[in-house]
């Protein structure tokens, strides 16, 4: 077996969307800083309801999928056709824009702590077209593993496996093969989860300080920041605080991205005919097809 060493940290930086809430973002904070297929990862987090209240008003998306993660709060999603989700502690929306969609996602608290993230993951070419769908998985759906002195494991989509375990997330299928799975690290202890040989892989910090890589050279990574993973079959993840953070893999697509703010498709002449659809009133196919966990 081989480990997979750190070949780059991306550290967050401070930035804003939607109407104005704050934000952390790693991947994606430029074009060019991705790991196929990840396009986007966002933290936002903060007491202050200044900092998350206006929320993210009706926009559009084309051409990927975006997974939405609440650790804390309560977030309301609706979109053009007038379907509704409600996303509070644990949940997780996972929304396949594909051909098209135009949604808002708005706090639903006027005061308290707002907690979660959200991943784009790009589409391969020929899904990028297909009608838009989106699954909403309530925390209870969301297998939550019980490792050792207090480590969890919490398997949002792929194959959790450690000694005789092999636990499936909800989400499944997915032309990416995609991992992600949210761990809890008490200080001292040590995680490790096989990754396909042919995924890229990188390991978000969202609390503490961990090492990952061999443990004879491990690379220290600190809050907030994005540790990208070089080749190998396995991770392994020890926590020099309590640590919190989110592992994701995917399959690699290799195809050429081309991005205009919520549109991502492959060619510049198709970017072109994502506006002109938004703009005459095309993006959208047909209503978005729910699926309730």
Not at 178 to 198: M, N, R, S, W
Not at 270 to 290: F, H, P, R, S, W
């Amino acid at each position: 077996m081989s480990t997979r060493d750190v070949a780059q940290i991306i550290q967050s930086i401070n930035t804003s969307d939607g109407a104005g809430v704050k934000l952390l973002r790693s991947i994606g904070q430029r074009q060019h800083v991705r790991l196929d297929p990840f396009l986007m990862l966002d933290e936002f987090g903060s007491f202050d309801a200044n900092d998350y209240i206006a929320g993210f008003p009706p926009h559009p998306h084309r051409g990927f999928e975006t997974v939405t993660y609440m650790l804390e709060g309560h977030m309301l999603h609706e979109d053009h056709m007038g379907n509704k989700g409600h996303l509070r502690g644990g949940d997780v929306q996972w929304m396949t824009a594909a051909h098209g969609i135009i949604h808002s996602e708005m706090p639903q608290q006027q005061s308290g702590r707002m907690h979660g993230f959200q991943l784009w993951i790009n589409l391969p070419a020929r899904e990028k077209m297909k009608p838009a769908s989106y699954r909403d998985i309530p925390a209870a759906k969301i297998p939550l593993v019980s490792l050792n002195n207090g480590a969890t494991a919490k398997i949002i989509a792929g194959l959790f496996v450690n000694n005789q375990q092999h636990i499936q997330g909800p989400v499944q299928g997915l032309a990416t093969q995609a991992l992600y799975i949210d761990v809890t690290l008490p200080k001292g202890e040590t995680f490790t989860q096989p990754i396909p040989h042919a995924h890229n892989a990188f390991v978000y910090l969202y609390e503490g300080e961990v090492s990952i890589g061999e443990p004879s050279s491990p690379t220290k990574v600190s809050t907030h920041c994005a540790a990208l993973l070089g080749q190998g079959d396995h991770v392994t993840v020890g926590a020099n605080d309590n640590a919190r953070f989110l592992l994701l893999a995917a399959q690699p697509l290799n195809e050429p991205v081309v991005q205009y703010g919520p549109f991502v498709m492959n060619t510049r002449e198709e970017i072109d005919q994502a506006i002109l659809d938004y703009q005459t009133g095309k993006l959208v196919q047909a209503k978005a097809q729910a699926f309730s966990e």
